[in-house]
């Protein structure tokens, strides 16, 4: 059965987190939010207020990221980022994971800090995204291979409490031999994988390179319940039009992975 409109909608948190954007781009950002019924938006932490502002009575939720983009924060400051969040109206915290704690296989520290964070914001009645950052876990740490490391975070999420394991931040950039940058962001094997890895309980979010309505299908498909886009508009408008035309369900399946944010 294809999706509803409300169904991918439910989806999306709309992406509000460039370092570029200005004041004018987060209100126009929330509001298109509005306009086009999304799960939530996911600002830049200065902006939480105005953004409970600007949202209140719309029934999108306020969302906020910590630790970001590169999960190098001291965990006290991740809890303390929490508190504020949280008391100033924020209703999800997706959460960067120290990645060097990570591949170091520190376990006690990570599954602290997630601990803090999530004990925080449920204690405000928020919920909790974990940002695992798929792209520098490729090669493995901590002895592990990359897809064991994956899954032994996912599991650590779990125990410390998580509400969502997520893959990336979209700004995850890898250096290549040539010095270039770049990054896959969500790939169906990290999905998939993620998805295994982890209870009903927990919820798995894509983010990262998902621009087009057959990436919000698949990312659907594969078990992720929430996806983070930049390309909201496109994405709903293009539903529409093929709802319009019949022609929903009728494209090749795509594939994820690579590509900008």
């Known amino acids: 059965m294809n999706p509803s409109y409300e169904d991918l909608a439910g989806m999306i948190d709309h992406s509000l987190l460039h370092p570029t954007l200005t004041d004018a781009d987060l209100k126009a950002g929330c509001e298109l939010a509005a306009r086009y019924q999304v799960a939530s938006v996911c600002i830049k932490p200065h902006a939480v207020p105005q953004a409970v502002e600007w949202l209140a009575g719309t029934g999108v939720a306020v969302g906020t990221v910590v630790g970001f983009p590169h999960g190098g924060n001291a965990a006290e400051v991740k809890w303390r980022e929490t508190e504020l969040a949280c008391a100033q109206g924020a209703e999800e915290i997706d959460l960067v994971i120290n990645i060097g704690k990570a591949l170091s296989g520190d376990w006690e520290y990570v599954e602290g800090e997630i601990r ?103 990312v659907r498909a594969l078990g992720a319940s929430r996806c983070g886009a930049t390309a909201t508009a496109a994405m709903l408008d293009e539903f529409r039009r093929r709802e319009a035309a019949g022609t929903l369900g009728t494209t090749p399946a795509p594939t994820l992975g690579g590509g900008g944010y």
Not at 122 to 127: I, K, L
Not at 135 to 154: E, N, P, S
Request: one cysteine or more; glycine letters at 16%; charged letters at 25%.
């Open 116 to 218: 803090g964070v999530c004990e925080i914001a449920h204690r405000h009645g928020a919920r909790v995204k974990v940002i695992l950052e798929t792209d520098f876990l490729h090669a493995g740490g901590a002895g592990l291979d990359g897809d064991d490391l994956k899954r032994t975070l996912c599991r650590l999420c779990e125990t410390a409490g998580a509400d969502w394991v997520k893959t990336s931040t979209g700004f995850g950039f890898v250096k290549r031999p040539g010095g270039g940058y770049d990054y896959q962001g969500a790939t169906e094997h990290d999905l998939a994988l993620m998805r295994a890895a982890v209870s009903e309980r927990v919820q798995v979010k894509a983010a990262g390179g998902v621009r087009d309505l057959d990436g919000l299908l698949r």
